[in-house]
């Protein structure tokens, strides 16, 4: 398999067509697809790309749910979208807001399923966590979603649709009379970090988020845009070339012995080949730099010993290294690294010329921290609080 063959799974992904009423959802679509979707409802050709223009702003710069609401169409056209489409995005089953400010959104999607969100306010940015499956395949031991199998990849629509709903939430979309740009911008930056594998979703992924970086509707610059794999390495390439988003790897080990246990996707793809693909991502992607994400796990990879390999395994490469306490979830076989342990692991980093921030924990009192997320309704309901007191852990 070559650097940048597609990466497929054996994964289903619903059609895009709603089973109620058979109207076809327009979130999600690419410009192309929403303007051969027009075309085939019987939009003149000659007026194909200015229709597909004005829909596009209305849904994803203006936040339209609604054809009746898009006035700059005739109320025939607008009654003709409405027979044939539909505009739907994810639904908010419940929101926890924790001590810090952050937000937890369970969200339903098609079928039934349920994905977690989160967004995270800080003084000079807003981030939003999206997830990209329902569950996750990975099995990576520290991750609680990693205990949850996986049930189906998202759709383009339901990844961008995440963000939508975040939005509406946060009340950030333009309101009557207002320019895009004239209210404050609480999602400034989007991490690809939630539930899931964004790799062996990659097409929808990459759709999705050409919509989010469109400058005619969500205008979110690539460089906001953070995807995070575990390290599929035939995939890397591909995101450099039709993504361009910033990259962070989840590394979490310096040795294959120890990888292969944290991260098990390590087996089929050793620390020496993902590397090589990340060394030449910044080149491909025009991007700064790699993020390594390293969460801490006491006594297993936390050693001066570790750091100093770290540092070793990534010379060449522009880089920043996010050191992360572990966040413990009920049944966690792991412990957070002491906290002097983990400030001395990043001074070893920050002396050998690389940054080493350490990940602030965001969201905990409500599992909405880094490594907690999980679907299933009887824990995305409850706080760490609620689950310990019924697990006694």
Known sequence: MTASAPVTQDVLTIPRKLPEGGKLNLVGLTREGLRDALIAAGTPEKQARMRTGQIWQWIYQKGAREFGAMTNLSKDYRAQLDEHFTIAVPEIVSKQVSLDGTRKYLMRIAGGHEVEVVYIPEEDRGTLCISSQVGCTLTCTFCHTGTQKLVRNLTAGEVIGQVMVARDDLDEWPRPGEGSGERPRLISNIVLMGMGEPLYNFENVRDAMKIAMDGEGIAISRRRITLST????????????????????????????????????????????????????????????????????????????????????????????????????????????????????????????????????????????????????????????????????
């Not at 246990?261 to 910044?282: F, G, S």
């Not at 992607?285 to 395994?313: C, H």
């Open 230 to 393: 575990s390290g599929v390495v035939p995939a890397i390439a591909k995101t450099a070339e039709e993504i361009g988003c910033m990259l962070a790897v989840s590394f979490h080990a310096t040795t294959d012995e120890v990888r292969d246990v944290l991260v098990p996707i390590n087996k089929k793809w050793r620390i020496k080949k993902l590397l090589e693909a990340l060394r030449e991502y910044p080149k491909a992607s025009n991007s700064e730099r790699i993020t390594f994400e390293y969460v801490m796990l006491k006594d297993v990879n936390d050693s001066d010993e570790d750091a100093r390999r770290l540092v070793k395994l990534i010379a060449g490469i522009p880089a920043k290294i996010n050191l992360i306490p572990f966040n413990e979830w009920p049944g966690a076989p792991y412990q957070r690294s002491d906290w002097d342990r983990i400030e001395k692991f990043a001074d070893i980093i920050y002396k050998a010329g690389y940054a080493s921030p350490i990940r602030t924990p965001r969201g905990e009192d409500i599992m909405a921290a880094c490594g907690q997320l999980k679907s299933a309704t009887e824990r995305g309901r409850k706080s760490k609080a609620e689950i310990e007191a019924e697990t006694g852990i």
